[in-house]
């Protein structure tokens, strides 16, 4: 076991320092290999390699598809168009209600993250210079939008953080509807209510808008050039199309994928500056997201192996009481944030204890909202890949801005995992 916690550490560790886990999960494998007894050789060829091979067998089509949408929205101005449409109609004066509200049909439609933060950051500069906000709580409106309760908690949502759990728990993505809009409310009232709060703070202490070299030029850019974006209720088609597949008609996620990048291709065709091009490059950036949370499950594949497992799992089931929803979430949690990953966490969770889980009884359904949900806390711990690349994007710190991320994306949906144990437990779902 305490081969387990040292590799679970290392892992947090060099990762933070910037090390990949396409690195750091096989090397970490072998030293938790190396304490649990089991040959060196064995625990990569066949545990390591075979637990990475079978996640990305499993879910490689959901992250391509997902990947070649999101850059499809992206390259055609869709995804602008839609966040251009809500931002003006909520207008500058509620400027962190509007970045929240358009980051958070992004992502509830289908979008990627990734994709979602780069489209979402150049509008959200532009409301801020308007409404005369600093631009150090960017990161934390575009984190509450992005990564809290459209990615975990909202019935129905197509992001793989709310897909995952269905193969472990036979559920689908609609879940314990109750308990993730409860979830969902505590996240998105929490957290921008939070958010309002700084912001009146620092209207209070004078502190305003302050672009940076790169901001001024791009701002400048901007103003002088009209960008043809496409009409944001055709936009929308492909979102409502996925979302209409996967929760109404009941379809694999593959299939409702597939359908919004088709209904994306045939209406925005004209505007794909090099069809294949795009097509190429969602395909290619799909392979490192899904190969980094396949090295991460690979990692647990050898944990699940090891005689100190068994250890940590009579240890996790004595701290939560032989309540599963408690274990669930703690698990889930633990892993997320050692891994800096919410699908990386929970796939070693679920793949590891998800057995265990049911055994104890709990609702499956009430297990894959609180997985969901729970895979959304420790994630955003400071070496998270999407944090490094929102603080990156915007050319802000971790000084300048991950309190807030911490406050939104961290804190209070750890709260909103107990509001949804509490309520699971009470029997409502």
């Known amino acids: 076991m305490f081969g387990i916690i040292l590799g679970l550490a290392l892992l947090m560790f060099v990762t933070m320092k910037g090390a990949s886990i396409l690195i750091a999960g096989p090397v970490l494998a072998l030293v938790v290999a190396l304490f649990g007894k089991v040959p060196l050789l064995e625990a990569y060829s066949k545990h390591f390699m075979g637990g990475a091979a079978g996640y990305f067998e499993s879910w490689f089509p959901t992250f391509m598809l997902g990947a070649i949408f999101?850059?499809?929205?992206?390259?055609?101005?869709?995804?602008?168009?839609?966040?251009?449409?809500?931002?003006?109609?909520?207008?500058?004066?509620?400027?962190?209600?509007?970045?929240?509200?358009?980051?958070?049909?992004?992502?509830?439609?289908?979008?990627?993250?990734?994709?979602?933060?780069?489209?979402?950051?150049?509008?959200?500069?532009?409301?801020?210079?308007?409404?005369?906000?600093?631009?150090?709580?960017i990161p934390g409106c575009i984190a509450l939008g992005a990564f809290t309760f459209?990615?975990?908690?909202?019935?129905?949502?197509?992001?793989?953080?709310?897909?995952?759990?269905?193969?472990?728990?036979?559920?689908?993505?609609?879940?314990?509807?109750?308990?993730?809009?409860?979830?969902?409310?505590?996240?998105?009232?929490?957290?921008?209510?939070?958010?309002?709060?700084?912001?009146?703070?620092?209207?209070?202490?004078?502190?305003?808008?302050?672009?940076?070299?790169?901001?001024?030029?791009?701002?400048?850019?901007?103003?002088?050039?009209?960008?043809?974006?496409?009409?944001?209720?055709?936009?929308?088609?492909?979102?409502?199309?996925?979302?209409?597949?996967?929760?109404?008609?009941?379809?694999?996620?593959?299939?409702?994928?597939?359908?919004?990048?088709?209904?994306?291709?045939?209406?925005?065709?004209?505007?794909?500056?090099?069809?294949?091009?795009?097509?190429?490059?969602?395909?290619?950036?799909?392979?490192?997201?899904?190969?980094?949370t396949a090295s991460a499950v690979g990692f647990g594949t050898v944990v699940k192996v090891v005689p100190g497992f068994k250890d940590l799992v009579d240890l996790l089931s004595r701290v939560s009481m032989g309540n599963g929803l408690v274990y669930d979430a703690i698990a889930t949690n633990i892993l997320a944030g050692s891994t800096g990953s919410a699908s990386g966490g929970m796939s070693i969770a679920l793949e590891a204890m998800a057995e265990k889980f049911l055994a104890t009884g709990a609702d499956p359904e009430l297990l894959h909202r609180v997985a969901s949900l729970a895979s959304g806390g420790l994630d955003t711990l400071p070496h998270n890949g999407a944090?490094?690349?929102?603080?990156?994007?915007?050319?802000?710190?971790?000084?300048?801005?991950?309190?807030?991320?911490?406050?939104?994306?961290?804190?209070?949906?750890?709260?909103?995992?107990?509001?949804?144990?509490i309520l699971g437990s009470m029997g409502i779902k």
């Not at 950051?121 to 631009?135: D, G, R, S």
């Not at 603080?391 to 209070?412: E, W």
């Open 70 to 137: 999101g850059k499809i929205m992206d390259d055609t101005g869709a995804a602008e168009s839609i966040a251009h449409f809500i931002t003006s109609k909520i207008g500058k004066e509620r400027a962190i209600i509007a970045i929240v509200a358009a980051t958070a049909i992004l992502t509830y439609g289908g979008i990627s993250l990734f994709v979602v933060v780069f489209t979402m950051y150049p509008l959200a500069m532009a409301m801020f210079k308007e409404a005369n906000l600093p631009k150090r709580l």
């Open 150 to 292: 459209t990615m975990t908690a909202i019935p129905g949502t197509p992001q793989i953080q709310n897909i995952i759990p269905t193969k472990y728990f036979g559920t689908d993505a609609m879940a314990a509807p109750i308990v993730g809009l409860v979830a969902a409310v505590i996240m998105a009232v929490g957290g921008t209510y939070y958010m309002s709060v700084r912001a009146k703070q620092a209207k209070e202490m004078g502190e305003g808008f302050v672009p940076g070299p790169k901001d001024e030029r791009y701002l400048q850019e901007a103003k002088n050039e009209a960008k043809d974006l496409p009409n944001p209720g055709l936009a929308l088609i492909p979102l409502l199309i996925i979302l209409f597949l996967l929760d109404i008609l009941k379809l694999n996620i593959v299939v409702s994928l597939t359908g919004g990048v088709l209904a994306a291709v045939i209406l925005f065709f004209k505007k794909m500056p090099n069809p294949l091009n795009t097509l190429n490059q969602g395909a290619i950036s799909s392979l490192i997201a899904i190969m980094n």
């Open 387 to 421: 944090v490094l690349t929102l603080l990156a994007v915007c050319g802000l710190t971790h000084k300048d801005s991950y309190r807030d991320i911490f406050v939104v994306s961290l804190l209070i949906p750890i709260l909103s995992v107990i509001a949804a144990i």
